[in-house]
């Protein structure tokens, strides 16, 4: 690896944890370089801005995601397990998500020719499992995903959105995944 890829992977790394942990508005640069032991300058010369380094941060972390978690329509419960599992390991991507949704809007489509496809070939896929099948017949492709999307990412701590009825009781971890995937057998 040469040095220039070594310092824009210890500052991808570092603006990765700065967004995750302050959103697009609160990260700084500054912060940034430190943390990368790289100069400033040097973020702008490969990245333009703070606005397309948050871009190349999130682009990399979802497109990861997408495919370290494949989808399997005829096998949501277990695709909801290992989403659940790949959030908590890497809870900076519900994160980063979460600061694109509130400072970015809800729409994910900044670049339509790459979200708009995996969406939809997702839900096509949904939509023929659910016509051969009659699994989750009675909600809408959409309607499915977004249901199990939610109750695959109730528990992660990333998650501003979740809310566990109760911090006190002692699930663990294990007991939370079995929940999700009977959830989600149950919903179908």
């Not at 603006?15 to 430190?34: L, N, P, Q, S």
């Not at 995996?118 to 249901?147: C, H, M, W, Y």
Request: hydrophobic share 45%; aromatic share 8%.
């Amino acid at each position: 690896m040469s040095r220039a890829d070594a310092t824009k992977a210890r500052i991808l790394q570092a603006a990765t944890d700065e967004f995750a942990a302050h959103g697009i508005a609160g990260a700084r640069v500054d912060r940034i370089a430190k943390a990368a032991a790289a100069n400033k300058n040097l973020i702008y010369v490969y990245f333009c801005s703070k606005d397309q380094l948050f871009d190349t941060v999130f682009d990399t972390h979802v497109t990861h995601g997408l495919h370290a978690v494949p989808f399997t329509p005829d096998d949501l419960p277990g695709y909801a397990g290992r989403l659940f599992d790949y959030c908590r390991l890497h809870p900076e991507v519900i994160r980063l998500a979460t600061w694109h949704r509130l400072e970015r809007g809800d729409s994910y489509d900044r670049d339509p020719a790459v979200a708009a496809p995996t969406r939809d070939a997702k839900l096509e896929a949904l939509a023929s499992v659910q016509k051969e099948d009659g699994i989750g017949a009675n909600f809408s492709p959409t309607a499915l995903l977004t249901l199990v999307l939610s109750l695959a990412l109730a528990w992660n701590p990333s998650n501003a959105t979740a809310m566990p009825a109760s911090t006190t009781e002692a699930e663990s971890t294990d007991d939370r995944r079995r929940s999700i995937i009977q959830a989600v057998r149950r919903l179908l």
